[in-house]
C-alpha cells in the first residue's frame, strides 16, 4: 500500500468510527463504568509460616479512592433531576467526595456540611477543593448523619431532612454490611470478619487523622512490605488480622480486610 492509499484508508476508516460514534448508545460515564472493579489482594508477606491467608479487598482503587463510591454510584442513579446541589452531612469526608465526582458529569455540585467541631484531615479538605466540593460549617453537634437533595435552603428544611434521612440514611449502613458479606462469600473459608475499627485502636495508638500523628508501624510495613499505601483504619484492621493468626492454632482459613480508602490522604 502506498503513502497516498494508506492515507485514504486512515482517513475512511476514521470517518467509519465517527459515525459509528454519533449513532451508538449513550455509554456511562467512566466514574459508574469504574466503580466496584477492585481486586481482592493476598497479603504475602505477613506471616511466611502460617497456613492461613489474609487478604485485602482493595477498595481504595475505586475512582475516588474510597469504598463510598458504590453508595455514591446508587445514590446519583436516583437523584431528582431539579436538584441543584446535593447535600451531605456528614463526619469523615469520604462520601461528600465520592458524590462529587458521581455527580460532576451531571452537573451538581455537593455542599458538605461539617459541624464546627469537627477537623477533617488535611487530604481530605483538598480532595475537597479539588472536586468543587463547598464546605459549610455549622454551629450543630453531630447526631447522626444524613442527606437530602433539596434546590434551595435545605439546612433549614428540617422536615425535608428528616424524611430524607428515613428513606437514604439508613440504607448506607446497611449497604455496607451486605457489601462486605459480598465480599466474605468471594472466599471460599472465611473464619471471621474483622471489625470495623477506626485508625490505630487496635495497635494501641491514637487516631492519626484526629490527632495528627505519623503514620502508624502498620501502614508503613503495608506499604514497604506489599507495596500498598492504605488507610490507618485498614492497617490497624490488618494488624488485628495478624495477631489473631500469629498463635498458629489455626489452619487453612482466610481473613478478608476491607480497605475503605486510600491512604495518601492521611499522610500530606
Known sequence: MHGGDALQW?????????????HATAQPPAFHALVGRTPIIRLRALLHNAHACVYIKAEQLNPSGS??????????????????????????GGEAASLAMALAPAGYRVRARI????????????????????????????VDDG???????????NDVVEEVRRDILDEIYEQMK???????????????????V????????????????????????????????????T??????????????????RAIVV???ETGERYVV
Open 198 to 233: 477506626e485508625g490505630g485502636n487496635n495497635t494501641a495508638d491514637k487516631s492519626t487523622p484526629l490527632c495528627g500523628l505519623k503514620p502508624t508501624d502498620a501502614m508503613a510495613w503495608i506499604a514497604t512490605n506489599e507495596g500498598l499505601l492504605v488507610s490507618p483504619r
Open 178 to 196: 451486605q457489601v462486605e458479606k459480598e465480599y466474605a462469600s468471594q472466599v471460599v473459608d472465611v473464619w471471621f470478619a474483622v471489625d470495623d
Open 258 to 260: 476491607v480497605a475503605h
Open 147 to 157: 442527606m437530602c437533595w433539596d434546590a434551595d435552603s435545605v439546612f433549614q428544611a
Open 67 to 92: 469504598v463510598f463510591d458504590r453508595y455514591a454510584d446508587k445514590v446519583t442513579k436516583r437523584a431528582p433531576t431539579h436538584a441543584k446541589y446535593a447535600v451531605v452531612s456528614e463526619k469523615i
Open 10 to 22: 486512515l482517513a475512511n476508516a476514521l470517518k467509519k468510527c465517527f459515525c459509528k460514534t454519533q
Open 235 to 252: 492497617a490497624a484492621m490488618v494488624a488485628r488480622a495478624a495477631s489473631a493468626l500469629s498463635s498458629g492454632t489455626e489452619k487453612h
Open 115 to 142: 459541624a464546627a467541631s469537627q477537623e477533617l484531615p488535611t487530604g481530605t479538605k483538598k480532595l475537597h477543593d479539588a472536586l468543587g466540593v463547598q464546605q459549610v460549617s455549622e454551629n450543630y453537634h453531630v
